[in-house]
Every structure is written in C-alpha cells, then in structure tokens.
C-alpha cells in the first residue's frame, strides 16, 4: 500500500511563495515507476490540476493559471515531489493534494481518474 503525506502549506500574503511537499512511502515503494500530481480543490469548488510530472519522460504539465509562477520536481532516491509556489494569489488558496500512479500515459496526467494514491491535502491560505 502507497501512502503520501503532505506539508508545508500555510498561510502566506500575496506575492509570497510556500514549498509544498509530498513523501511517499510504502513496502517495496519506488518513486521512480510512479507519475506524481498535484491536484487543489477552493471552497465551494471541484478539485483541479495543478501540475503532473510523467515517470516516463519526466515531462511537467501545469494548469495555465500557475504556469510561470508554480515549478514541481520530483526525487526518486527520497520518494518525495516538490511543489515550489511563487508569487502566491488570493485565487490558490486551497486545499493541495499530493496524487500518485503508476502505468498513466502522458494524455491522462491532468485528470484524477488516472491517480490511484492521494494524500489527505495540506491548506493554503493566500491573503490580499
């Protein structure tokens, strides 16, 4: 069984930045035959991607409204993805999830059908 765990959320102002990060662990777990994602849900919203990176190419997805300000990696050898936040705005706060697969193709990274592991979430807060 995969378990991810998430931290680093917080409450920032606007133009701050917040590292997220996800572990995973698991008997005989190895991040490097595993997609990872970063999925967020708002209030009173439906869950939406955030970002992907493939096991296969190491490709990185993002959702247009974080391109440019939101960067993800991923360390195989410590089995933990990075979600980096810049420029923090009022419109991310949410509710962040850490997702995991093994086996999606690149076509399914942005929808969380293709993910069979999640994590409970971490809070962000971005204040104006």
């Known amino acids: 069984q995969v378990q991810l765990v998430e931290s680093g959320g917080g409450s920032v102002q606007a133009g701050g930045s917040l590292r997220l990060s996800c572990q995973a662990s698991?008997?005989?777990?190895?991040?490097?035959?595993?997609?990872v994602a970063w999925f967020r849900q708002a209030p009173g919203k439906e869950r939406e991607f955030v970002a992907a990176?493939?096991?296969?190419?190491?490709?990185?997805p993002y959702a247009n409204s974080v391109k440019g300000r939101f960067t993800m990696s991923k360390d195989n050898a410590k089995n933990t993805a990075v979600l980096q936040m810049n420029n923090l705005q009022p419109e991310d706060t949410a509710v962040y999830y850490c997702?995991?697969?093994?086996?999606?193709?690149?076509?399914?990274?942005?929808?969380?059908?293709?993910?069979?592991?999640w994590g409970r979430g971490t809070q962000v807060t971005v204040s104006s």
């Open positions: 990176i493939s096991q296969r190419t190491g490709s990185t």
């Open positions: 997702a995991a697969a093994s086996g999606i193709i690149m076509s399914q990274l942005r929808y969380q059908s293709g993910y069979n592991y």
């Open positions: 698991g008997s005989g777990f190895s991040f490097v035959r595993y997609a």
